[in-house]
């Protein structure tokens, strides 16, 4: 199987695969390297890392579609990749899939906020009309050149207009052509426990540290019928409290020695850059 059939089995399969979010192509190796499943390419997690800015819809198209290719280039797990809005109305969604799936997505999520959209575990959020979504769906189906890109849908009503305006939304937006839906934002459990009830679609639900909707295990998510349990950006807080860590003792001491407790060692962050293959490649092709 390609990536992307990968992916659609993942999420058929609903054992609630974990997936992990990525911010650059070294975030991405780690991912790997750890033996997850599939990664998710996430919008707000390049907007933090590269930006310093809040998940508040200052990523473009471009700024995506340049991390997808940089991730595509350095793993060869399944890819879902962030398209936020779409970058604007159905034409520029039509354009969006497009320029990421030449980049590499194996699955582009959009999902149904009002422009300029903003993190889903945050206030002020509007929706636009269903309709509008549904005609951003469908041109990212006939945008799509390879029959096995998966598009996700997202909606996030359940904030705006309930729970229930959130399935329903959903369940119109499968209709449309989404091969796999998200609720964001669902903040009760006994909610989370009921979507996969209310769904028929492959769903993904999310997991955001310190956000609104409950912490769930992966395996109870999965025994409820959850295809794929996302984890946005888990690794870029991660990445941040080490930083922390690290340059507080660095402030604090004056100097910082190769502790694995704050440091990753010298000899592991080659590898996981492929020193190694360079150096073949070095000697192959220089004769050094």
Sequence with gaps: MNTKQQLKALAHARRGVIVPGAFNALSARVVADLGFEALYVTGAGVTNMWFGLPDQAFMGLTDIADHTARIRDAVD????????????????TYHAVRTLERAGA???????????????HFAGKDVVEASEMIGKIKAACDARRDKDLLIMARTDAATVHGFNAAVER????????????????????????????????????????????????AQELGQLGYGLVLYANAALQGALAGMQRTLTQLRETQRIDEDPALVTPFAERQ???????????EKKYLGW
């Design 77 to 92: 797990l399944p890819l879902i990749v962030d398209a936020d809005t779409g970058f604007g109305n159905a034409l520029n």
């Design 106 to 120: 194996d699955c582009i999520q959009l999902e149904d906020q009002v422009s300029p959209k903003r993190c889903g």
């Design 170 to 217: 959903a369940q119109q937006y499968a209709e449309a052509g989404a091969d796999l839906l998200f609720v964001e934002a669902v903040t009760e459990l006994e909610h989370v426990r009921a979507l996969p009830q209310r769904l028929s679609t492959p769903q993904l639900m999310n997991m955001v540290i310190g956000g609104k909707t409950p912490i769930t295990s």
């Design 271 to 281: 590898r996981l850059v492929g020193k190694e293959v360079w150096d073949g490649l």
